[in-house]
């Protein structure tokens, strides 16, 4: 497989402000956005021993449908456990689950038995670990490599924070995100457990209100709606929204042109919209 790198920088413009967007969705048809850059590594280098690949998390996780790539790619068997699977998703399945289940993950309900067998690859909840290093980095040079000495303010949402982090490590540039899974303490907690120094930390920017993981909300909708229409980009429902809605009302804290990092997550979009589409019909009924 050939990934489309380095992924493009494009200018757009969104409410009169000029931004850059790094378009890591473009990256591959199947294999895109941040879990590519995570698991980057694990397609470049020989696993002799591997035969299977194990992991755990929600039912319509991108790194789930990831894994599912990478696994059918290298011809590895994937088994995927999650808690639950809501009889709906089961006998309707659609987004990133199906396109998961179509590439042969094995789903499976309960909880993960890590015996650590030489022929099986664990692979952290969301991708986080050592090895998304790897991945994160190559976007970094390629950042380098566009701007040069050209000051750019880097923002993109964070879920682990593993990849904002990684970014500051690696560029030269100031680094700004936004808890989308817990607060912000919790995302420092996520940082310091990557790396104790806090020099490398990224800036941490609060949003206007609360929101929940994964959660509906109408100004999530709203903004992803307007940001199709104004830049031609679709951006993903679950961590932009928020992204951009944070970064829209932090923008005097910037002090150079944005480059916002587009994760991918497009799959996922499907049961997004599919949630939306009820909350909307349920309000109007
Ligand atoms: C996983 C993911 C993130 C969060 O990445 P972290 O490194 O966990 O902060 C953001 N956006 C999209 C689309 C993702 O799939």
Redesign the pocket.
């Known amino acids: 497989m050939t990934l489309n790198l380095p992924s493009p920088i494009q200018k757009v413009r969104f409410k009169n402000i000029d931004f850059f967007i790094k378009r890591d969705d473009l990256i591959d048809r199947d294999f895109s956005?941040?879990?590519a850059r995570?698991f980057h590594y694990f397609l470049d280098h020989d696993f002799p021993h591997i035969k299977r690949v194990v992991s755990y998390g929600s039912s319509q996780s991108?790194?789930m449908y990831s894994l599912s790539v990478l696994a059918k790619l290298r011809g590895w068997s994937f088994d995927y456990y999650v808690d639950h699977v809501s009889g709906y998703l089961r006998e309707n399945p659609h987004g990133n689950y199906a396109y998961a289940l179509q590439n042969g993950m094995n789903i499976i309900e309960g909880e993960m038995k890590k015996e650590s067998e030489s022929d099986t690859l664990f692979i952290s909840e969301?991708?986080?670990g050592k090895e998304?290093a790897y991945g994160i980095k190559k976007m970094a040079d390629e950042i380098v490599g566009f701007f040069g000495d050209k000051k750019v303010d880097i923002f993109?949402?964070?879920?682990?924070?593993?990849?904002?982090l990684f970014l500051q490590k690696y560029l030269p540039y100031d680094v700004y995100?936004t808890a989308?899974?817990g607060d912000e303490e919790y995302l420092k907690k996520q940082f310091f457990m990557l790396d104790n120094d806090s020099l490398v930390h990224p800036k941490i920017l609060k949003g206007a209100k609360k929101y929940h993981f994964g959660k509906l909300y109408d100004e999530f909708f709203k903004i992803w709606i307007e940001l199709k229409q104004e830049t031609n980009i679709v951006f993903?429902l679950?961590?932009?929204p928020k992204g951009w809605l944070c970064m829209m009302k932090n923008i005097e804290v910037f002090k150079h042109p944005v480059l916002y990092i587009h994760?991918?997550?497009i799959i996922?979009n499907e049961s997004m919209i599919k949630r939306y589409e009820r909350k909307i019909s349920e309000k109007i009924r």
């Open positions: 956005g941040n879990k995570k991108n790194a969301g991708g986080r998304a993109l949402p964070s879920g682990t924070g593993t990849t904002a995100t989308c899974v993903d679950v961590y932009d994760q991918g997550g996922g």
